[in-house]
């Protein structure tokens, strides 16, 4: 999942855009009771995001400031946010709120004590803006302790139409179709696709939105919660459903070294830089963010992106993620955060960056109009519509040890699988050996 690592720049002005869509009939914004009851604070927030992406979350940040009169510090985590939050917590120097981007670490913070449960407004907000599935994915034991600000639509392949006609194909109804497409691209001259075999983490919604849509949710569900074994058959069959595509050189740019030497973002600019290698990307909907501001392309016509086809007569896979917000205990100043977290829960809030791009929210009660563009505004319709049948990105249910750490646990074995795909079922026994350690632990 993981719907962290994307990057966007804003479009407009997103205060600009936020405070007029009080003034036209939204609901006015009372946190901290209105006014500006929270001068001389300081609120800290920390969370994955950084470059484009931060720049985005700090106009949500000095949106808060113009309401409260609180002053914001946000500091950038890098991926091992348990690691970085945990050091500071021990260290007295706790965040107030963090932006968690997995399921897994939001229940690991939760049963250290870390947390304080939302309060009843930011509750309540959820209960009637927000589909069931995300108060279940932010509470434990039934406590509500994160609330989902920022989602991802992770079953989205982005391509380039250009290269797509060069080839003389049309985007794939079915993953099989898919791979012969990515043949007819690479006899044209161009890879098929840019895999961002760097992080390890792209490589589990490779396999993820395969195995929902091969294996089924109920299986996703056993398989998320650890109720059966990564060495069950239905694991193989999906690995080795998606060796198929990682053994084969001619789909992938640069093979699987040159996959393994790719990052994200380096992923999307060979598809959409100024020399592209590949034709197509695999990712969610924070691709356009990249594709649009750090490239120059048009949302929808240079850049636009198909859904991830269903796998073997199965069903098209939905898969989310996203980043949650939670309270510290330990934070220095809870009035302020319990204050930004009812201002997140609002529409408002989702407004000032849904207009930059490279970002969804799964709050029903913000204006699909808020959104930059057609392409962002579908692919937000599709989120809300998917209501209650979305998952959440499965290794980011998973403990932080398992699925959640560079160099470790799932990242580093679907690494590992990338570089030599030959052995699906050893793949699954060495994916289950490190799964076994994560949750008995």
């Known amino acids: 999942m993981n719907a962290r690592r994307r990057t966007t720049m804003a479009c407009c002005s997103a205060l600009t855009l936020a405070l007029a869509a009080t003034a036209c009939g939204g609901d006015p914004v009372s946190a901290g009771g209105g006014g500006k009851e929270l001068s001389g604070q300081t609120l800290n927030v920390a969370g994955v995001w950084s470059g484009a992406e931060q720049k985005n979350f700090q106009k949500v940040l000095d949106a808060f400031t113009e309401k409260t009169g609180a002053q914001t510090r946000f500091t ?35 049963e250290k004590g870390w947390l304080t449960p939302l309060s009843d407004k930011t509750a309540g907000a959820v209960a009637a803006n927000y589909a069931p599935v995300w108060k279940e994915y932010g509470s434990v034991d039934g406590k509500l302790y994160g609330l989902y600000f920022k989602a991802a639509h992770k079953s989205t392949v982005w391509y380039s139409p250009e290269a797509f006609e060069q080839a003389g194909v049309t985007p794939p109804k079915t993953y099989e179709e898919m791979l012969r497409s990515g043949q007819a691209v690479s006899d044209s001259g161009l890879a098929a696709f840019a895999v961002a075999g760097e992080d390890g983490w792209t490589l589990t919604d490779w396999f993820e939105n395969i195995y929902l849509s ?4 109920e299986k996703y569900d056993q398989l998320a919660r650890h109720e059966i074994s990564w060495t069950d058959p239905s694991v193989v069959k999906a690995l080795t459903t998606l060796g ?14 040159g996959a393994l030497g790719t990052d994200f973002p380096g992923s999307v600019e060979k598809v959409f830089g100024p020399e592209p290698e590949a034709a197509m990307v695999y990712e969610g909907d924070f691709v356009a963010g990249i594709a649009k501001d750090q490239f120059g392309r048009k949302i929808g016509q240079d850049a636009t992106f198909f859904p991830f086809p269903a796998v073997a007569g199965g069903k098209a896979p939905v898969v989310s993620g996203g980043d949650a917000a939670v309270v510290l205990k330990d934070g220095k100043n ?8 009812e201002y997140l829960a609002t529409p408002e ?40 049948s979305v998952r959440f990105d499965m290794s980011d249910q998973a403990p932080a040890s398992f699925g959640g750490t560079k160099g470790v646990g799932e990242w580093k074995l679907l690494q590992d699988f990338l570089r030599d795909p030959s052995n699906p079922a050893g793949t699954a026994a060495a994916l289950e050996a490190a799964a076994a350690k994560a949750y008995k632990g």
Do not use: C, H
């Open 349 to 388: 809030a989702a407004a000032v960056w849904a207009g930059a791009g490279g970002f969804l929210s799964p709050n029903k009660k913000l204006d699909l109009a808020s959104y930059g563009d057609d392409t962002l505004r579908e692919t937000a319709k599709s989120l809300i519509n998917a209501g209650d």
């Open 334 to 341: 809870p009035k302020a955060a319990t204050a930004f977290l």
């Open 214 to 217: 091969q294996a089924g949710p």
């Open 244 to 257: 198929t595509l990682f053994s084969d050189k001619k789909l992938i740019a640069g093979g699987q070294k």
């Open 76 to 110: 950038s985590t890098g991926d091992n946010v348990s690691t970085v939050v945990g050091s500071k917590i021990e260290g007295g120097n706790a965040p107030d709120v963090v932006m968690v981007p997995q399921v897994g670490v939001l229940q690991q913070f939760a």
